[in-house]
């Protein structure tokens, strides 16, 4: 692998592929794969914090249980324990000299031009320093003019590789018209989630958010969820449209790349409640401090 221009890696960083670490440098793959050519392959993306306790990698199981499942639902053998994928996680983590970091697991297939299934399948899992994906200003969106691809068209609740394409072309267009960040509507026209994230907004003290069925189901999704449950937030899963979250008081994001961020404006309309004065901003606190210090603990 080329760690010239990388930002990623530098000569010194190990990657844990196949069952082995291994130098990035030194890491060679075929090129002739369903996933680099269709983009048929499946990852995680996972968070690690530096916490009370020493390095935590926030909810892990959840995250491999999630990877089993993407490969099972598009018919990629996964067959890998997932205490040891755990295990080497943590200690790819200490070779790299990492606490604070994101880890990207994917699982990718062999050589094999034709639609076929896998002819065999490999495992990498990288890891490097990455601040909050969408930074830490609040964000002004656009609404796309992508929709979220079609859940009869492909798993949407898989974390697959070329879904990512949409979420690709969403965020670019977004940024060409300069705002910070796209918000994608479903196939049916209800509001889905972010390229990356999953949305929540806020009307009169209740929490909303899409139902599953056309997103992906995000674990820190699930983890808002609890949090809402043990703080006594109301919140209520549902299909909405546009204009009901364009009537909201205030809305977020949320990712394990983002973490918690908060949404100033749709379409250049602002949300009247300030967002230190939001659930969200609450959420966000209470997010970070599960993930850095382990202060109660939700299902891991
Ligand atoms: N939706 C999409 C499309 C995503 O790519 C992500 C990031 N994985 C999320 C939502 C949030 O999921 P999670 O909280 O599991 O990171």
Redesign the pocket.
């Known amino acids: 692998m080329n760690t010239k221009n990388n930002p990623y890696y530098s000569s010194e960083t190990f990657l844990f592929y196949n069952g082995e670490f291994k130098k990035a440098s030194e890491t060679t793959t075929d090129l002739f794969g369903q996933t680099l050519h269709y983009g048929y392959g499946a990852f995680e ?1 996972i968070r690690s914090y530096k916490t009370d306790e020493g390095t935590k990698i926030f909810k892990a199981v959840a995250h491999y249980e ?1 990877l089993k499942k993407s490969c099972e639902l598009i018919n990629i053998p996964f067959e890998y324990s997932l205490e040891d994928l755990i295990e080497k996680s943590y200690q790819l983590l200490e070779k790299n000299n990492l606490d604070d970091a994101y880890l990207r697991p994917i699982v990718f297939c062999d050589p094999n031009m034709s639609l076929t299934k896998p002819t065999g399948v490999n495992l990498m899992i990288c890891a490097w320093k990455w601040g909050t994906y969408l930074g830490d200003n609040l964000l002004h969106l656009s609404v796309s003019s992508y929709c979220r691809p079609h859940p009869k068209s492909i798993k949407i609740e898989a ?1 697959v590789c070329g879904h ?1 394409i949409n ?1 690709i072309l969403a965020t670019n267009e977004a940024k060409n018209n300069g705002f910070d960040e796209a918000l994608l509507l479903d196939c049916e026209g209800y509001v889905a ?6 949305l929540f907004f806020e009307k009169n003290g209740t929490l909303f958010t899409p139902q599953l069925g056309n ?2 189901p ?4 699930a983890t808002i969820i609890e949090l809402c449950n043990n703080l006594g937030i109301k919140i209520q899963e549902g299909q909405f449209t546009l204009d009901q979250l364009l009537q909201a008081d205030a809305a977020f994001y ?4 983002a973490e918690v961020i908060g949404i100033t404006s749709i379409d250049k309309k602002e949300f009247p409640l300030d967002w230190e004065e939001s659930l969200g901003k609450k959420l966000q606190i209470a997010y970070k401090n599960i993930v850095t210090a382990n202060q109660f603990s939700l299902q891991n």
């Open positions: 993306g999630r974390k990512y979420s989630e972010g390229p990356g994230a999953n997103i992906l995000g674990i820190t999704r949320c990712g394990t790349a």
